[in-house]
Each structure stands twice: as C-alpha cells, then as structure tokens.
C-alpha cells in the first residue's frame, strides 16, 4: 500500500522564521511528487517534482526531491502571514493504466504569527 | 484557467436524508475524483471516475455513490446521511497523466 508521511503535522512560527516541511514517502512506480497550499479554499499547486536533485523555486518557496531517501522537503523562507495553511504533499504512481491516482499526505499546518 | 465548481460551500442536513453533491469542471478533463478532508487525516480518495459513465472505488467509499453521466460533472451521493459523514468534501478533475485541479469544496454537517 502506497504511504505518505508528512512532518511536523503543525508548525507554528513568527514572520520573518524560515521553515522546513518534510514530505516522505513509500510508493512502488514513482512517478511524481507533489506540494499544495490549502487555506480556507480549494488546494492550489505549488510544484511537481520528478526528478532528484532538481530545486523548483517561486518565490520564497523552494523544494528538492531525493529519491535516494524517498523523501522531499518544502522551504518557505521570510514567513509572512499569509503563508499561513496547510500544506499537502502528494506522490502519484505510475499505475498499470496510465492514470495517476495519487496518495496524499495528512498535511502539515503552518500558522505564523506577526 | 481551469474551473471546477462544486454547488455548495456550506450544507446542513439529517440524518438519513439523502444528499447530492455536485461537481462541474469546464475544461474537457477525461478524470474525476471525489475526497473527504478531514483534521489529521489528510485527503482521503471516496470514488474517481476515468471516463463518462466509469467509476472506481477510492479507500473509502462505503456510504458512497457516484454518477457521472455527462464528462463535465460527478456527482457524490450520501444515500442516508450519517453524523460521521460530517467533513469537507473536495472534488478534483484532472486530464489523463496529469496533475488535478481541486474544487473550493463543500462543509456537509450532519445532524
């Protein structure tokens, strides 16, 4: 069964903070890992990534994948308020059919304070 | 800009009654899924539907149905709604071999 592990599951930090979310997962036929933010509203995509050693960037936000370790790691750094949300990690497997149906993560919820 | 709308944000409704959510997506995707959010358990996948008139049970889809019989909707049907069926429902659709777009989804309170 594919499994997706997020930490820590809440963070709670004060503008300016730089933050780390971890995203690990156990998936047979990787394809793709993937970060959403999620305020008080439909999930919205953030990055998808595919390759390890690769860092996506927007922004303050940044990520790498390392299928090495099975893991992945989401940055944000000069915190604002408004990255205030839960953040999702997702890992879709290549399946027999072509989809992807992908396993998600319980989330990580990030408050920061002014 | 991809859309996928849900009918409600916000539902209340008893216990046993019957209830339909409706999700439209206005962009041709071929995959629909529904999910349940709830606090520390993350999305959970109820039902999802490759193709008009397919469907294909998620991890959780007991007190479920679905219908999809037009490409553009999906709809997630709660036949005798029950107290633990209270969460948020989010609805995504999705092109084949792509990433999905999410629904602002619907907070069902059973009472």
């Known amino acids: 069964e594919d499994k997706v592990v997020q930490s820590p599951l809440s963070l709670v930090v004060h503008e300016g903070d730089t933050v780390t979310l971890n995203c690990s997962y156990e998936v047979t036929n990787f394809r793709s890992l993937l970060w959403y933010k999620q305020e008080k509203k439909a999930p919205t995509f953030l990055f998808m990534l595919?390759?390890?050693?690769i860092e996506k960037k927007s922004g303050r936000l940044s990520s790498i994948l390392d299928k090495k370790e099975l893991s992945s790691i989401l940055n944000i750094t000069a915190t604002q308020t408004g990255d205030s949300a839960i953040y999702l990690c997702a890992v879709e497997p290549l399946s027999a059919g072509g989809s992807y149906i992908p396993t998600f993560g319980r989330g990580t919820s990030l408050i920061v304070h002014p | 800009d991809v859309k996928v709308t849900q009918s409600s944000r916000y539902l209340v409704k008893r216990t046993g009654e019957k209830v339909f959510l409706e999700c439209v997506q206005d962009?041709?995707?071929?995959?629909m899924f529904w999910y349940r959010q709830d606090p520390g358990l993350g999305l959970r996948l109820i039902y999802f539907?490759?193709?008009?008139?397919?469907?294909e049970k998620g991890d959780i889809p007991e007190g479920y149905s679905v219908s999809r019989e037009k490409k553009e909707r999906f709809s997630l049907i709660l036949e005798s709604a029950s107290t633990n069926q209270t969460s948020m429902y989010l609805c995504?659709?999705?092109?084949?071999?792509?990433?999905?777009?999410f629904g602002p989804g619907t907070r069902l309170t059973v009472t």
């Open positions: 962009m041709d995707h071929e995959n």
């Open positions: 995504a659709s999705s092109p084949p071999r792509r990433r999905q777009y």
């Open positions: 595919t390759s390890s050693g």
């Open positions: 539907s490759y193709d008009v008139k397919m469907k």
